[in-house]
């Protein structure tokens, strides 16, 4: 008696069965990575708000140790981002050897981002020249700081893959030095994953930011996990702990952090 007819039957059945089985343990492989690679041991709550020292995490790195030029403080991003960020550096160097460039602001964590909060809320830092305290309605004090910052919890800045370059002012942007970053960034950044996240002529969020830029292969993950979180629970940034006017600021966080460029969602 032939079995071999019965042998391929069952080596197909063998087939069938361990196929779809292989496909999912991949599947669920490189989901596991991924999300791995998006929060190492933190969880989503904590990286997204900045709840922690990007100092002590694995998957951050100091700017300056990859020879990209910062100021004299320590400055932390995610390390793919900072590895695109250098590639980046090194062709705007080779374009432009003489044009100053470098990193004023990197990640910044719940804490850091409070005091910039803060201290434009009690008018120990000016705004457009003057002191906030004058401005008595909560939520109309919210809206002047929100013009170019973000409340705790909020920021981009915590996600560790947005930084500041050379100068926080747009204008000087329109001529000499900050002219020729900005337009080789305009024209370049996009080829190492960056985009700008705040431009001009958006219908709300923050005003036209020419110095901030972001990593948008991971930024647009934290993105979407941060939109998700808002749905799931619209309390939860009021479970991180108060700042000043935060009964007040939280309501209008989405419509900031969702108010981005098309070319960074
Ligand atoms: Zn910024």
């Known amino acids: 008696m032939d079995f071999t007819p ?10 069938r069965v361990t196929l779809p089985l ?4 991949i599947l669920f492989g490189i989901a596991g990575s991924a999300n791995q690679n ?3 041991s933190l969880s989503p709550e904590r990286y997204l708000t900045g709840k922690f020292d990007p100092s002590k995490e694995p998957l951050f790195v100091l700017v300056g140790s990859l020879g990209i030029p910062t100021d004299k403080r320590k400055h932390y991003l995610r390390k793919e981002a900072a590895y695109a960020l250098r590639e980046l550096y090194r062709a705007f160097r080779s374009d432009h050897p003489g044009v100053p460039f470098w990193i004023r602001s990197a990640t910044r964590n719940w804490h850091t981002q409070k005091v910039i909060w803060e201290n434009k809320w009690y008018g120990r830092r000016l705004v457009g020249g003057k002191r ?15 013009e170019y910052s973000s409340m705790p919890g909020t920021s981009r800045h915590h996600w560790g893959t947005d930084f500041d370059i050379n100068e926080l002012r747009n204008r000087y942007y329109d001529s000499g030095n900050g002219a020729v970053v900005y337009r080789w960034m305009k024209r370049n950044a996009s080829r190492f994953g960056f985009c700008q996240p705040y431009t001009p002529g958006r219908e709300s969020g923050y005003q036209e930011e020419r110095w901030h830029w972001s990593y948008r292969p991971l930024a647009k993950f934290y993105l979407g996990d941060w939109k998700r979180m808002m749905q799931q629970n619209p309390r939860w940034l009021e479970q991180l702990g108060p700042f000043a006017g935060f009964e007040d600021a939280v309501k209008l966080a989405p419509r900031y952090v969702e108010s981005i460029n098309a070319a960074c969602q």
Not at 22 to 25: D, E, H, M, T
Not at 132 to 146: E, G, M, S, V
């Open 38 to 40: 998006l929060y190492g």
């Open 132 to 146: 906030l305290t004058a401005i008595a309605n909560p939520i109309d004090r919210a809206l002047k700081i929100l």
């Open 22 to 25: 292989l496909f999912c343990f």
């Open 6 to 15: 019965y042998r391929w039957y069952l080596r197909g059945r063998a087939v």
